[in-house]
């Protein structure tokens, strides 16, 4: 089969996102390369990848001794004519001059016809596709077989006998029959909110983005902060955080939307080129509702965002992994302050309010990470407003973008 190097080259650039370098079974870090369906399939498992990959010559004819294929014609019209007489079936004008011929052989000499579809490591060929300097990419089956009898192949003529999988053993694409239920989710607000899952893929639902369908919304926690923001889901249902990136970076910046099952246990996300199908997250996501409810804020205060990304930055020098906590200090003007018992101390003072300021001083503790996803959410905006609202030093500081945008709660820190 022959391949656009460059199109081959994206997408295994694209499914590399997904699989899993420890993986145990080989296939979950391989790809499958079909020429049949001009698909290039990838999974490990939660997710399951299908891209679109034009290939050709995947179609192998073997003649059988005594048909003589120098006397068919050259030229695609006269091939086709001589299709047409002879009543070769399924030759359509989209097919090339070898694609019929191989079509008339097949059909007047009773010749055996191989489909080719391959399983490959993806790293290994990533590697190798990306140090050919050649425009299309061609993988052939050798005669060699390794010493566990499994197939063999070249690529790009330069790498031979290399090593394929048993295309058996690659697993089938989850079964998806669509449901009724849909969810529509604007990619900066699915970015935004996802910063506030933990990082831990076992820690079931707080690991995931909550699509909330009685309240519109998609919300996320790791238990010391909050985030959310508008949503429509006809079902509430979980995605795992670490998708949310790769998934935004298929969409091309447009708003994604997905299919659920009809049991709701796995969500299809289409795009061009190809398409996911995702296992919904399992556990309960946590009741934020009732606890926002007591931590609703009594003041609000608004501050440019532009006025607050410098201080930001420079806060998070002195701060690291064990000593994040910031303290805040608001009142007719916002203060900032890191003080770290062997890094030394930041200070910012006078940060204007775009509004009426505290009758009395509040300070509060935060983590300042926290703070700085909230303001990196932000910070492409130089006219965007952040509103900040508290209700007193023990509970939580809010952070939102107009009343239906992004909204983060951080909980406060003992400093």
Same mark, same amino acid.
């Given at each position: 089969?022959?391949?656009?190097?460059?199109?081959?080259?994206?997408?295994?650039?694209?499914?590399?996102?997904?699989? /899993?370098?420890?993986?145990?079974?080989?296939?979950?870090?391989?790809?499958?390369?079909?020429?049949?369906?001009?698909?290039?399939?990838?999974?490990?498992?939660?997710?399951?990848?299908?891209?679109?990959?034009?290939?050709?010559?995947?179609?192998?004819?073997?003649?059988?001794?005594?048909?003589?294929?120098?006397?068919?014609?050259?030229?695609?019209?006269?091939?086709?004519?001589?299709?047409?007489?002879?009543?070769?079936?399924?030759?359509?004008?989209?097919?090339?001059?070898?694609?019929?011929?191989?079509?008339?052989?097949?059909?007047?000499?009773?010749?055996?016809?191989?489909?080719?579809?391959?399983?490959?490591?993806?790293?290994?060929?990533?590697?190798?596709?990306?140090?050919?300097?050649?425009?299309?990419?061609?993988?052939?089956?050798?005669?060699?077989?390794?010493?566990l009898g499994s197939l063999q192949v070249s690529v790009g003529g330069h790498f031979q006998n290399l090593p394929t999988?048993?295309?058996?053993?690659?697993?089938?694409?989850?079964?998806?029959?669509? #449901?009724?239920?849909?969810?529509?989710?604007?990619?900066?607000?699915?970015?935004?909110?996802?910063?506030?899952?933990?990082?831990?893929?076992?820690?079931?639902?707080?690991?995931?983005?909550?699509?909330?369908?009685?309240?519109?919304?998609?919300?996320?926690?790791?238990?010391?902060?909050?985030?959310?923001?508008?949503?429509?889901?006809?079902?509430?249902?979980?995605?795992?955080?670490?998708?949310?990136?790769?998934? /935004?970076?298929?969409?091309?910046?447009?708003?994604?939307?997905?299919?659920?099952?009809?049991?709701?246990?796995?969500?299809?996300?289409?795009f061009e080129g190809g398409e996911a199908i995702i296992r919904v997250g399992d556990g309960q996501f946590p009741d934020?509702?009732?606890?926002?409810?007591?931590?609703?804020?009594?003041?609000?205060?608004?501050?440019?965002?532009?006025?607050?990304?410098?201080?930001?930055?420079?806060?998070?020098?002195?701060?690291?992994?064990?000593?994040?906590?910031?303290?805040?200090?608001?009142?007719?003007?916002?203060?900032?302050?890191?003080?770290?018992?062997?890094?030394?101390?930041?200070?910012?003072?006078?940060?204007?309010?775009?509004?009426? #300021?505290?009758?009395?001083?509040?300070?509060?503790?935060?983590?300042?990470g926290f703070f700085a996803d909230v303001v990196n959410v932000l910070s492409g905006d130089e006219k965007a407003v952040?509103?900040?609202?508290?209700?007193?030093?023990?509970?939580?500081?809010?952070?939102?973008?107009?009343?239906?945008?992004?909204?983060?709660?951080?909980?406060?820190?003992?400093?």
């Amino acid at each position: 089969m022959k391949i656009s190097r460059e199109k081959l080259l994206k997408a295994l650039s694209i499914v590399g996102r997904i699989l /899993a370098k420890g993986a145990n079974l080989p296939v979950l870090k391989a790809v499958k390369i079909s020429g049949p369906e001009q698909k290039l399939y990838a999974t490990n498992l939660d997710v399951y990848l299908t891209l679109d990959l034009p290939i050709e010559d995947w179609r192998k004819v073997k003649v059988k001794e005594g048909f003589d294929t120098s006397t068919l014609p050259k030229k695609k019209a006269e091939l086709m004519a001589y299709a047409l007489e002879h009543g070769v079936p399924n030759v359509t004008g989209k097919m090339t001059a070898q694609a019929i011929q191989a079509k008339i052989v097949e059909h007047l000499s009773g010749a055996e016809v191989s489909e080719e579809t391959f399983c490959l490591p993806a790293s290994d060929l990533k590697k190798i596709v990306a140090s050919l300097e050649v425009d299309s990419i061609e993988i052939v089956p050798t005669t060699a077989t390794n010493l566990l009898g499994s197939l063999q192949v070249s690529v790009g003529g330069h790498f031979q006998n290399l090593p394929t999988l048993d295309v058996r053993d690659f697993p089938e694409t989850l079964h998806f029959k669509p #449901g009724e239920n849909v969810a529509d989710v604007a990619v900066v607000n699915l970015d935004a909110v996802a910063r506030a899952a933990v990082g831990d893929p076992t820690r079931a639902s707080l690991s995931c983005v909550f699509f909330d369908s009685s309240q519109g919304r998609v919300v996320a926690t790791d238990g010391n902060r909050l985030h959310y923001a508008p949503a429509a889901s006809d079902a509430s249902w979980l995605l795992r955080a670490d998708l949310v990136r790769f998934l /935004a970076s298929l969409s091309s910046g447009k708003d994604l939307h997905f299919t659920l099952n009809e049991g709701n246990t796995a969500a299809k996300f289409s795009f061009e080129g190809g398409e996911a199908i995702i296992r919904v997250g399992d556990g309960q996501f946590p009741d934020y509702v009732a606890l926002l409810e007591t931590m609703e804020p009594t003041v609000w205060v608004d501050i440019l965002v532009k006025d607050l990304v410098r201080a930001t930055k420079q806060a998070l020098i002195l701060t690291d992994g064990d000593m994040r906590g910031m303290k805040m200090a608001l009142n007719s003007t916002l203060e900032m302050s890191v003080n770290h018992p062997e890094r030394g101390q930041y200070q910012r003072i006078g940060i204007p309010l775009q509004s009426d #300021g505290l009758e009395q001083e509040m300070v509060i503790g935060i983590n300042a990470g926290f703070f700085a996803d909230v303001v990196n959410v932000l910070s492409g905006d130089e006219k965007a407003v952040l509103s900040l609202g508290v209700k007193d030093p023990e509970s939580g500081v809010h952070f939102k973008k107009g009343d239906d945008e992004f909204h983060g709660v951080i909980m406060p820190m003992r400093l």
